[in-house]
Structures are given as structure tokens and as C-alpha cells.
């Protein structure tokens, strides 16, 4: 079953109209479209790609299926598109995405139309959820890529280079390997700002004895990895290898028990059992792991409040990690699919504490 027969399952479950589409990864995903600017509007019978000038070839091109139409015309909005289109075909109820539309959104939308507009929440998120095969091979070429792309980053990690001079590089080995160009955020820090979960890369210099966190990955068609490795520059404290051998069995045991069926809190306990007994139990975090394709961070999360139950076909991270402020933190994350065996790692980089 296509994705658009599930959206329209679901509408009709639940009397429903139409569903208007804005989330980027969400149109994608339904539509197969890769540009940008774009909505999806479905009704039980048609479909409707919003574009402007911009995107509309694209579209056409891309989404054979759909009614293209452009918004962007003198005194139009996409709010009054909508509602010409439901005025059309005689619409009395539009779901949307309630986490992503803006209040200003959602106005120019309400006022335009005389349809009533329903509020939903990962709809399309959990069909997204469990990866069909063609979205595994694209989530594992882009773990390869990453990879080998720290493979490479490694051998440039030396005292007086900057942490923005290592993420540039990293980048750009992740291209050269053969991820997408449109690349995202990445974390490349050292020393005492390991401990920042999301610490942006700085000016600062690699120094002897810093850790350096990196947590990347690359984009292959849209589909994403998201690794992290800490390593040492130098011969690493015992203290050093102390926390990075716990972080280690963190990971590890997290790994053990992943398979469907179990819940994201009973990840997060087999988390703990490393530290639970140590000084370091109060410098971890709760969220230890997410789902990811064409975003991120999506369904199913794991960790200290999470209600998720793993299913077959899942493909998330795991990554549990200690931070101590003004010391560091260490992190080890890896990208899995969920298996009837358990959990299969498509990060390839070792476990082992790297000392530079």
C-alpha cells in the first residue's frame, strides 16, 4: 500500500475530508517530491501539489500524479487556494499537521476556507516510522558514507587545528564519499565543551589531552545518518578512559535489548546499569535515542519518558552518554535497524577508545 492510500485510510477512519500536508519531510515522503516550498492538500479523490513558478516544472516532473497548482498569483495566498480548492469539491473538514503550522499559518488558512480545521499529531510520522527496503538501502549507504568519512576526519585531528577547520573537513569528506550536497548541522567539539550536548563548532584550538565529540552525518537522497565517536588527542587520563569504557557498555547493553517489542523506557534502564553505582549516574541524559530518515530526530524516541514500543523495521540511533561540566563528555551513537533478531548497526566505525 502507497502512502497516499495510508493518508487516505486514515481519513476516511476518521471522517475526514481532506489533510492538508506542510511538514518538508512529510511531502517528501508522500509525494516522493525533493524540492522545497511545497504542500501537499488531499481529498478522497484528488490531489493537489502547491508549489510556486519556482517549483512547478520540478513538480510536474517529480509528481506525475498530482494536480500541480501554483499559488502564486496576484492577490492570492495559500489560505485562499485551499479553500477554492475544498470549495470545489464541497470539503467540510482539513486536517493538518498541528505541530508545525505557525498560529499566522493556520489563520490565513482559516479565514480563507468554510471548511472546519482539524488538528492531528504524527500522522504521517508513523507510517514513516518503519522503513520500507528502498529506504533502508538509502539510511545504510548513508551510514557508509559517514563511516568512512571518519575514517578519514581522524587521520586530521592533530593539537593547533580548529574544531571549524575539522567540521569543514568532515563535510566535506561526507561529499566526497558520496553524500547529498545540502548537508546539516553537525557537532565537532573539544575538551571541556564536550560536555555542551549540542555544542556548536568553534574557533578553538585541538589541544593535548582534549576529547573531541563528534557527532555528524550526511544526507544520501534525502535519507539521513547521525553518528558520534569521542576520541583523545594524545595519551588518554585514566579518568578519560574510565568514563569512555562506561559509555561504552552503555551503548552496548542498550544494543543488547533492542528488539521488537521492547519499550523505549526499558532502553533507557538497560542504559543505566553501567553507572548506577558510580558518580557518573547524575551526568547522564534521558534521551538516549531516536528514530531517522528523512528527519533526524523522528518516531520512535527512547529514553527516560518515552512511550514508544520498537517495531520491526524501525532504524534509530542509540546513544547514551556522561557529561560532566568543566570536565567533558563522551558519547558513543550508533544507527541500527530494528531486526526480528534484535538490533543490526550500520555504523561501522569501532567502539574502541581512539587515542590520537
Known amino acids: 500500500m502507497n502512502t497516499l492510500q495510508k493518508i487516505r485510510n486514515y481519513m476516511e477512519e476518521h471522517e475526514l475530508d481532506s489533510f492538508f500536508v506542510a511538514k518538508p519531510a512529510n511531502v517528501r515522503y508522500i509525494s516522493s517530491y525533493t524540492g522545497e516550498d511545497s504542500y501537499l492538500y488531499i481529498t478522497k479523490s484528488k490531489q493537489y501539489f502547491i508549489t510556486d513558478p519556482r517549483y512547478t516544472e520540478q513538480a510536474s516532473n517529480e509528481c506525475p500524479s498530482y494536480e500541480i497548482v501554483n499559488w502564486r498569483t496576484p492577490g492570492n495566498t495559500i489560505g485562499k487556494t485551499v479553500g477554492h480548492l475544498g470549495e470545489c469539491e464541497n470539503i467540510k473538514t482539513i486536517a493538518f499537521e498541528e505541530d508545525y503550522l505557525t ?12 471548511a ?25 549507504a548513508a551510514c557508509e558514507i559517514a563511516s568512512r568519512a571518519f575514517e578519514k576526519i581522524v587521520k586530521d585531528i592533530r593539537v593547533g587545528v580548529t574544531e571549524k577547520e575539522l567540521a569543514s573537513r568532515l563535510s566535506h569528506y561526507m561529499v566526497m564519499e558520496g553524500a547529498d550536497t545540502k548537508p546539516y548541522g553537525g557537532i565537532l567539539i573539544s575538551g571541556a565543551r564536550t560536555s555542551l550536548l549540542h555544542g556548536i563548532p568553534s574557533s578553538k584550538s585541538i589541544e593535548y589531552g582534549d576529547l573531541v565529540l563528534m557527532d555528524y552525518g550526511c544526507q544520501y537522497n534525502g535519507y539521513l545518518s547521525d553518528m558520534t565517536r569521542t576520541v583523545v588527542v ?16 552503555m551503548t552496548e547493553d542498550v544494543e543488547a535489548v533492542i528488539k521488537p517489542g521492547v519499550t523505549g523506557i526499558e532502553c533507557y534502564e538497560a542504559s543505566l546499569k553501567a553507572i548506577k553505582d558510580t558518580p557518573y549516574l547524575k551526568y547522564n541524559y534521558g534521551g538516549i535515542g531516536h528514530g531517522i530518515g528523512l528527519f533526524v530526530h523522528e518516531l520512535p524516541f527512547i529514553g527516560s519518558n518515552s512511550t514508544a514500543v520498537l517495531q520491526k523495521g524501525n532504524i534509530m540511533t542509540v546513544e547514551p552518554g556522561i557529561y560532566i561540566p568543566g570536565w567533558g563528555g563522551i558519547r558513543i551513537e550508533d544507527q541500527g535497524l ?18 590520537i
Not at 498560529?103 to 468554510?114: C, G, H, P, T
Not at 492531528?120 to 538501502?137: A, I, L, Q
Request: with cysteine; proline share 1%.
Open 103 to 114: 498560529f499566522a499559518f493556520y489563520e490565513s488558512i482559516r479565514n480563507s476556507v468554510k
Open 116 to 140: 472546519e480545521m482539524i488538528p492531528t499529531s504524527n500522522v504521517t510520522e508513523e507510517f514513516r516510522s518503519v522503513k520500507t527496503k528502498e529506504e533502508e538501502g538509502y539510511l545504510r
Open 234 to 249: 594524545g595519551k588518554a587520563s585514566e579518568e578519560q578512559k574510565k568514563v569512555y569504557d562506561l559509555c561504552r557498555q
Open 338 to 355: 530494528i531486526t526480528e533478531q534484535g538490533y543490526e548497526n550500520l555504523i561501522s566505525a569501532t567502539h574502541d577508545l581512539i587515542e
